[in-house]
């Protein structure tokens, strides 16, 4: 029974990260919009077609549809199944083997912060580069909505064949670097606020809730630079398709020669606040997003 239960985070995790991706994909379609428009060196995106969330809603509600807000939804899907599976599931059983050799918790029984945010960042490096693909296809099916891709699989056959195996993991390190951030802040903050708010509300939903709108707001403050970086990277490819599904060569087949690259040429043609394209989504977004998963999380515990 013992062995059974170590797999239970690693499924609760997942199914929550599931339940919380369809809840607010929305959103996160919005911030993929904003973050890759604006870009002086790539005509495709150089106009700035929305002037915020709002805007980005009510343009790509009323000009592709409402299906338009969940085009990518799958990969997405398949993504949380991958990523938040294995991501939460070792974090908890990092701190699981860090509690057993004296490694987590304090003499006055407090956890280490930096034990935490250790087990954090690898759980998040481990997963978000093996998940990478996942991304690459929900980023590209964002972007270009519903008109340039035949789901999921049409996608997918797309950049393999002008792409190769290499643009499926196109933005992997700035992934990491950003499932890094994310988890490093987020994790620690959850758990901290969790604990600090133990008295006043016990282990119940008003906790889980308020200690998932602070780590909500830490991690997009912190990770949002290089989820912009992340995600121009990913949308970057050396071919073009128009509508009618003729391929040709891209207008300019490489925009960025890696992360460091993009965030100068970003800063340089688009000034410093350009790396924050996209934070109002981005923390909108992580605020139901971490809501929904750690409620849904806290509740499968029980069973």
């Not at 904003?34 to 790509?60: H, N």
């Not at 993504?79 to 006055?108: C, H, M, P, S, V």
């Not at 995600?231 to 073009?240: C, D, E, F, G, K």
């Not at 923390?283 to 806290?298: A, K, L, Q």
Request: glycine share 10%; hydrophobic share 40%.
């Amino acid at each position: 029974m013992a062995e059974v239960k170590d797999w239970r985070p690693f499924v609760y995790g997942g199914v929550a990260s599931i339940t919380a991706e369809f809840g607010t994909f929305p959103i996160d379609t919005t911030k993929t919009r904003l973050q890759i428009q604006g870009q002086k060196i790539d005509q495709t995106f150089s106009q700035l077609r929305y002037r915020g969330m709002t805007d980005a809603f009510v343009k790509i509600s009323r000009e592709e549809g409402l299906g338009a807000l969940y085009s990518g939804i799958w990969p997405a899907v398949l993504r949380q199944a991958t990523y938040g599976t294995i991501k939460f599931g070792t974090y908890y059983t990092l701190k699981k083997l860090a509690n057993e050799r004296g490694l987590l918790i304090n003499e006055d029984g407090s956890e280490r912060v930096w034990s935490n945010i250790l087990c954090a960042a690898a759980a998040g490096a481990i997963s978000s580069a093996i998940a990478n693909p996942t991304d690459v296809l929900k980023v590209r099916m964002q972007v270009h909505g519903k008109g340039q891709h035949k789901g999921l699989l049409g996608c997918f056959g797309e950049i393999y064949r002008y792409e190769g195996v290499r643009g499926l993991w196109r933005g992997v390190g700035p992934t990491a670097q950003r499932a890094v951030v994310i988890a490093s802040v987020e994790l620690p903050v959850y758990d901290f606020c969790k604990l600090q708010l133990m008295n006043a509300f016990g282990d119940h939903v008003a906790n889980h809730f308020i200690s998932s709108f602070i780590a909500s707001l830490g991690s997009a403050i912190a990770s949002t630079p290089i989820d912009v970086i992340r995600t121009r990277l990913m949308n970057q490819r050396p071919v073009s398709m128009t509508m009618n599904g003729v391929v040709t060569a891209a207008a300019t087949p490489k925009l960025y020669s890696g992360s460091l690259d993009c965030a100068v040429q970003t800063i340089r043609n688009e000034g410093l606040l350009a790396l924050y394209k996209g934070f109002i989504p981005t923390w909108v977004r992580m605020g139901p997003w971490n809501i929904i998963f750690f409620i849904t999380y806290e509740q499968l515990k029980k069973y």
